[in-house]
């Protein structure tokens, strides 16, 4: 869902490390230069360089398993967001975690294929698998996210890290689609597997895109719920697309998914930099936590 919703040190270890390991993978690997950026490829060897060549900065992208539209796989947002946060980190090295679709999707259970986990899961299980990717020595952890239906846990997760201490940060890029510029769009509702997505998966997989079906169902605005806009409901999106279909796909090309995606992976690589060179948040979270046990001794 797409909503408007040192070299000198690692020279030194690996010069040492090489020496004492003269046959392991690593040397090939690291020696050349190509560190996989995928964690499930990295040997442990490869992964303790893989560490250090990324600074502790370790990327997880987000996607979901839902129905979208009559015409694109249900995987759809995991496949884009891993298409693009591999190709930023191919620019920008970090480690990328492996597959990653346990969101929120409630409003999905009525379609084929959803799989929707309980509120306590999605947020159990992200905070484990953050708390083990830093174990690892991923002191930054940052999440990419390619789902609009996760735009409100994200920040609620990154909030409630202030509960207690980490000695990680975690950081959120959750922006799915350029501001303005690129090819004109066609259409106005594009929420869901409408113009936008359908382009940017006609670069990720177009082998997965099933043009000829995207007019077989309606992704117009139902628009069937009548209280102010400014109330909120859970019901809102059945309300209005009781298909799981937000726009028109019969609209993409391939020339907005390029200009789009090229957006996204120059975005994320540039964030990925930014991550690794902020040594602000690490520390002032260090210095709030100390201060969080002692509230009375803070003062202005
Ligand atoms: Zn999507």
């Known amino acids: 869902m797409m909503l408007p919703a040192r070299i000198t040190t690692s020279a030194v270890i690996l010069i040492s490390f090489l020496t004492l390991h003269p046959f392991t993978s690593a040397q090939s690997n690291a020696a050349s230069g190509k560190l996989s950026v995928h ?36 995987g759809t947002d995991l496949l884009d967001v891993r298409y693009a946060a591999l190709h930023a980190a191919e620019q920008e090295y970090a480690i990328v975690f492996p597959e990653y679709y346990f969101g929120q999707i409630a409003e999905a259970r009525h379609e084929p294929g959803t799989i929707s986990y309980s509120r306590d899961l999605q947020l159990k299980l992200l905070q484990e698998t953050t708390d083990e990717m830093a174990r690892n020595g991923c002191k930054k952890v940052l999440i990419v996210n390619g789902h609009g239906g996760n735009e409100s846990l994200l920040p609620y997760f990154a909030q409630t890290q202030l509960n207690q201490p980490h000695d990680y940060v975690v950081y959120i890029f ?13 259409t106005k509702i594009d929420m869901h597997a409408g113009e936008s997505e359908t382009s940017n ?11 000829d079906r995207a007019n077989s169902e309606s992704g117009a605005d139902q628009a069937r719920q009548k209280i102010p806009e400014d109330v909120y409901t859970g019901i809102w999106w059945y309300t209005r697309f009781p298909n799981h279909y937000s726009g028109d796909g019969s609209a993409a090309t391939k020339e907005l998914g390029e200009y789009q995606m090229n957006w996204w992976i120059n975005s994320i690589a540039k964030t990925i930099q930014e991550v690794k060179a902020d040594d602000v948040s690490p520390r002032l979270q260090k210095e709030f936590y100390e201060k969080s046990t002692h509230p009375l001794d803070t003062r202005p």
Do not use: N, Y
Not at 179 to 186: E, L, N, Q, Y
């Open 39 to 74: 964690w499930e490829e990295l040997t442990a060897a490869d992964f303790r360089q893989g560490i250090e060549r990324s600074q502790g900065t370790c990327v997880l992208p987000f996607g979901i398993l839902e129905k979208h539209g009559p015409h694109l796989p249900i």
């Open 174 to 186: 959750d922006k799915l689609s350029p501001p303005k510029g690129g090819p004109a769009k066609k």
């Open 201 to 211: 998966m006609l670069v990720a997989r177009p082998d997965l895109v099933h043009m």
